[in-house]
């Protein structure tokens, strides 16, 4: 199995830019979850996942947009880039209700100049 | 005030050295999850605790519910254990995963 897989690893954009950040997991997990990571300050959730179609926001939604058409992937679109996006990116599953131990991606660097 | 706290934020130890961090947290909870993050920034989990203590090599974990702690222990601590490390709690509420800032651990030769 790979586990859970991000792309790109590393990414600059200009203010303005969408891009989507890619996370597939081979795990059959139902739910999936995009954190970002700050300096000095814990994960924050984006949007998270519970099953296929099903989506929600997190703690820090604004500017993302999610959708989750298969089990496999959890895509996360930014709309038009701003330097506060600027941060690690890390996207996570877990199997599902009652099993709460998460697996992490190894995070995608995105920096927005 | 943070939901979840973690104690110290920085650590510098010596190889060998019994290494302690601790976490608090001020919510009724259904787990509590210690993660590590190495330089490379990958996190992996490392335990999930609702009650007790778990050890697994030279890492033990505990919890006392009533105090709303718990504490990751390293024993015979070597370079390759610097890393950051995480505290999360699941919220017994709705499930939902409130992170600490993490404890950075540097291990000296």
């Known amino acids: 199995n790979a586990g859970v897989t991000q792309t790109p690893k590393f990414q600059v954009l200009k203010t303005g830019q969408s891009m989507t950040l890619q996370c597939a997991q081979d795990?059959?997990?139902?739910?999936m979850s995009w954190y970002r990571q700050d300096p000095g300050m814990g994960l924050r959730l984006i949007h998270y996942s519970v099953g296929a179609g099903i989506t929600d926001q997190g703690e820090v939604p604004n500017g993302y947009n999610v959708s989750r058409s298969t089990t496999e992937d959890f895509p996360l679109r930014l709309l038009s880039a701003a330097p506060s996006q600027t941060s690690v990116y890390f996207c996570?599953?877990?199997?599902?209700?009652?099993?709460?131990?998460?697996?992490f991606g190894p995070g995608t660097r995105l920096t927005v100049t | 005030k943070n939901e979840v706290e973690q104690s110290p934020q920085n650590l510098t130890a010596q190889e060998g050295e019994f290494i302690t961090i601790n976490c608090s947290y001020s919510v009724g909870i259904s787990a509590l999850h210690w993660l590590q993050q190495h330089p490379g920034g990958g996190i992996v989990s490392l335990f999930m605790l609702s009650s007790g203590k778990k050890k697994h090599g030279r890492l033990i974990a505990t919890i006392n519910i009533q105090e709303k702690h718990s504490s990751l222990h390293i024993t015979a601590s070597h370079p390759r254990d610097s890393a950051v490390y995480i505290c999360a709690v699941y919220m017994d509420s709705n499930y939902q995963l409130i992170w600490g800032a993490g404890t950075k651990l540097i291990i000296k030769p």
């Open positions: 795990m059959n997990h139902e739910y």
């Open positions: 996570a599953s877990r199997p599902g209700q009652g099993h709460l131990e998460q697996y």
